[in-house]
């Protein structure tokens, strides 16, 4: 079989061949992208869910970078607006950095910081539904990927696993009402699982496992779901 | 060649994770991707998007297969999934066939960078699979041969892909070329 004439040396008509030749052709990977992308690789592949979540936290600090002012402006104003509801709550400090100052490394211990003063406390409350509202509202207005923010909330939810399991669990729900087709369902779960495991909702944690492990039960995550289940 | 591993040799299964595969394949994940039509803002991203995917599957891959055609066929799901989410945060793809207009004149289009959006519009419309032998074949002046190693199939289904490509292109301008009237370059 005879290989076909592009239509660029005359294999279609001049107008076919005009618009392909302005086309741009696809651009190799740059070294730098190439070494960020090794790093996010090394991450995932150092093991399991944590690293996944490493992984993302790094991207996570990567896209926020440009937007800490604005997420320090939003989380003073909703401090302030804190204070005012409510006078007996310590008001929320922030430290606001102008971004264009500091190189990106630097930039992610503030925002590090930033995230723990907007933290959730240990157990839901009206102030942290609106520091949590607080928190999505200023999530949704920035350009940053669905991935990151679908990421940033499950390490949260991650985070109060330990001191507050019904915290952890409503996280999850909001994740599920959030981001109904999430990429990042199936470490959803496994948390939920977990959360419901350390209120003593056994079945229910079950429930969620087997149905987990009946959409994928050779899965990335089956051993992990297997290994909760079992405790 | 559009991309070489540095290795020619098939590594046992156990061996392949995902550092190993960024590694060796992410030049050719990068180009594919764009090939399938990621915009170039969103590269990185649907990249990171595309490794979580590997990983999360790496122990599903046949070593009988081509490592080349397995992530082919992760990169054409990743790229269907960028392409349904670009539809719903935009409604259409950017630069996605305009319709027709009173305010789209023949001179409002005439010119290169008038031709290449419609041209990128016609093809954010073709299946990723086809959209990335096309490109290959007519943007980056690839071989069918070279095609079909770096897709891995054979060379018929490239042919095939290409053919069917091109006629669904050739038709998308002869209709804009009625609706307007005109050359489209």
């Known amino acids: ?231 | 060649m559009p991309f070489e591993r540095t290795s020619s040799r098939q590594p046992a299964r156990d061996s392949w994770d995902v550092v190993r595969v960024h590694a060796e394949y992410g030049p050719y994940l990068w180009l594919t991707l764009q090939r399938m039509g990621i915009a170039a803002s969103d590269l990185q991203d649907t990249m990171q998007e595309t490794l979580i995917v590997v990983h999360r599957n790496i122990e599903r891959y046949d070593p009988e297969a081509r490592m080349s055609a397995w992530l082919f066929g992760i990169c054409r799901r990743v790229a269907a999934g960028y392409r349904a989410r670009a539809h719903r945060r935009y409604e259409r793809l950017p630069g996605e066939l305009p319709e027709r207009s009173e305010t789209v004149t023949p001179e409002q289009i005439a010119g290169q960078r008038e031709a290449r959006e419609l041209m990128e519009g016609i093809l954010s419309r073709l299946d990723p699979e086809k959209r990335a032998v096309f490109v290959m074949f007519e943007v980056e002046q690839l071989d069918c041969s070279e095609i079909a190693e770096c897709v891995g199939v054979p060379v018929g289904t490239v042919y095939s892909r290409l053919h069917s490509a091109r006629r669904e292109i050739d038709a998308a301008v002869a209709r804009l070329r009625l609706a307007d009237g005109r050359r489209l370059a």
């Not at chain 1, 609106?130 to 999505?136: E, F, L, N, Y």
């Open chain 1, 1 to 231: 079989m005879n290989q076909p004439t592009r239509w660029s040396q005359g294999g279609g008509s001049s107008e076919l061949s005009e618009l392909v030749r302005g086309l741009p052709a696809p651009q190799p990977l740059p070294a730098l992208a190439q070494q960020e992308l090794g790093a996010f690789a090394s991450q995932l592949g150092a093991g399991g869910a944590l690293a996944t979540r490493a992984a993302l936290r790094g991207a996570l600090m990567r896209r926020l970078a440009p937007y800490v002012g604005v997420l320090a402006v939003v989380g003073a104003v909703a401090g302030l607006y804190w204070r005012a509801s409510e006078p007996r709550v310590a008001p929320l400090t922030v430290v606001v950095t102008p971004p264009q100052t500091l190189a990106v490394q630097s930039l992610a211990p503030a925002v590090s910081s930033l995230s723990e003063d907007i933290a959730l406390p240990s157990s839901p409350s009206p102030q942290a539904a609106a520091a949590s509202s607080a928190r999505t509202s200023a999530s949704r207005g920035t350009p940053a990927d669905t991935l990151v923010r679908e990421a940033a909330l499950l390490r949260e939810a991650q985070g109060q696993l330990g001191s507050s399991p019904s915290a952890a669990l409503e996280l999850t729900r909001q994740h599920a009402a959030e981001f109904p087709r999430g990429k990042l369902a199936a470490e959803r779960e496994l948390v939920a699982i977990d959360a419901l495991l350390r209120l003593g909702r056994r079945v229910e944690a079950e429930a969620r496992g087997v149905r987990l492990l009946r959409a994928d039960p050779n899965g990335f995550y089956a051993p992990r779901v297997r290994g909760l289940l079992a405790r």
